[in-house]
């Protein structure tokens, strides 16, 4: 048996080869990332080994660069692993190359883990759950910049109009932006009459009475600010320009949820049945996990999401479990842990669980990783049999996922999927 391992890059891969001893199969060949380089990557692969089966190929998830070629290689019928970047970090340093490194000795090391280590031919993810993968991912990324210009313009207001952030239960609320983006500092709110912003307002909120009053608040508060003057035309073209980027963000957030909806309403529907899981958290969820046939029991998914806690023992110390590993997806981490927030509060079992460990002397965010971990193989029992949640059954531990038979499970899929 050869094991090859190719150290990705975004132009240029380099593969290498080990034999079963470990020894250098064959020298290291660059090549380019693209049909010629790939066409000569096989070639390569051809004169070490006599068949694709006696030759496994082993490389590191390089942000998306592994992809064409990991699809190219499979397409020719090899094994294609994608391993983690700590085992190859481990063999470095176990063959004592720490301070050396360059793109011919980190092939050759990914060989070496592959030899030595345990891997399992990696499968990318089917049509549906790339579908569901990039709008969720890409909706992330969009809250994540909305959360960032709403920071820059509290900060302004700090500097500028500092009472502003007590008007409103969220100032950034339909009601706050429709203040903002029309004279959002002290001087240009005193020269509005009252009528104006008490519109812009009462627009905004939809006529809701809890806005009453709150023009004339602003007005109040603006004739005592004690936010700074200087600079201030510079500021409110600033502080309009980032509400409407909130604005822009918000509709765009909005379609990219509508369109994980309907993608989850299609592909996964059931796992809505499960107390907590939301459309957002649910499409994160299932667009991580993908293909869960891909998972050997409900272990393999917690390990991925890396809310399996990492272990230390020696001799007579034993620490019973330390913090979570935190390896593999963050997306799908991310999620399990809000829709466990939630879950510990609707579902009575996770609840009991949850204030089980409280109890233990657990703080809230350890409790809550727990629930997250218990939540993950309800999720997985859940793809699995595809049957719906079903905590109350009896003779089942509730906290475990419960089901019915197999033909009420198939029922059970055809009629939510009609619903939908």
């Excluded at 975004?10 to 060949?29: L, T, W, Y």
């Excluded at 360059?102 to 790339?130: C, F, Q, S």
């Excluded at 990783?369 to 009896?394: E, G, W």
């Amino acid at each position: 048996m050869i094991y090859a391992g190719v150290d990705i890059a975004k132009v240029d891969h380099v593969i290498g080869a080990v034999d079963e001893r470990g020894s250098e199969a064959c020298g290291p060949m660059g090549f380019k990332n693209g049909a010629a380089g790939f066409e000569r990557c096989e070639a390569w692969l051809e004169g070490v080994a006599a068949s694709p089966a006696d030759v496994p190929v082993g490389m590191e998830a390089a942000g998306r660069y592994w992809m064409a070629l990991y699809a190219f290689l499979a397409s020719r019928g090899y094994a294609v692993a994608v391993i983690d970047p700590l085992q190859a970090r481990a063999v470095r340093r176990f063959k004592g190359l720490g301070g050396v490194k360059n793109d011919r000795v980190d092939a050759g090391l990914i060989a070496e883990a592959m030899r030595i280590g345990r891997y399992d031919p990696t499968r990318l993810a089917t049509d549906d759950a790339r579908s569901l993968r990039t709008p969720t991912r890409y909706h992330q990324s969009l809250k994540s910049g909305l959360a960032e210009v709403k920071v820059q313009c509290a900060c302004l207001l700090d500097a500028y109009f500092p009472e502003f952030s007590g008007v409103f239960s969220d100032m950034f609320g339909a009601a706050g932006r429709a203040v903002l983006s029309r004279g959002p500092l002290p001087s240009e709110v005193r020269r509005r009459r009252v009528d104006s912003p008490r519109r812009d307002i009462s627009s905004a909120a939809r006529g809701s009475r809890r806005v009453d009053g709150k023009a004339a608040e602003i007005k109040e508060l603006a004739g005592r600010s004690v936010g700074i003057a200087l600079g201030e035309r510079a500021a409110s073209l600033q502080v309009r320009s980032l509400v409407r980027q909130m604005d822009f963000l918000d509709a765009e957030c909005a379609k990219i949820e509508a369109e994980a909806r309907g993608l989850l309403d299609r592909v996964e529907p059931l796992v809505l049945t499960i107390p907590g899981v939301s459309y957002t958290t649910g499409a994160q969820i299932v667009a991580e996990i993908g293909d869960v046939s891909r998972f050997r029991n409900a272990s393999a998914p917690v390990g991925y999401a890396g809310l399996d806690s990492s272990v230390r023992q020696s001799g007579m110390f034993d620490s019973g479990g330390g913090p979570i590993t935190r390896h593999g997806s963050p997306y799908l981490r991310r999620a399990l842990w809000l829709a466990a927030s939630w879950a510990r509060l609707h579902d009575p079992s996770l609840r009991e669980f949850y204030e089980r460990k409280r109890a233990e002397g657990k703080c809230r965010r350890v409790a809550v990783t727990a629930v997250a971990r218990k939540l993950c193989h309800i999720v997985f029992a859940v793809m699995r049999d595809q049957v719906p949640y079903d905590p109350s059954r009896p003779g089942r531990d509730p906290s475990k996922h419960s089901v019915s038979g197999s033909q009420g499970a198939a029922k059970s899929k055809t009629k939510s999927k009609t619903e939908n």
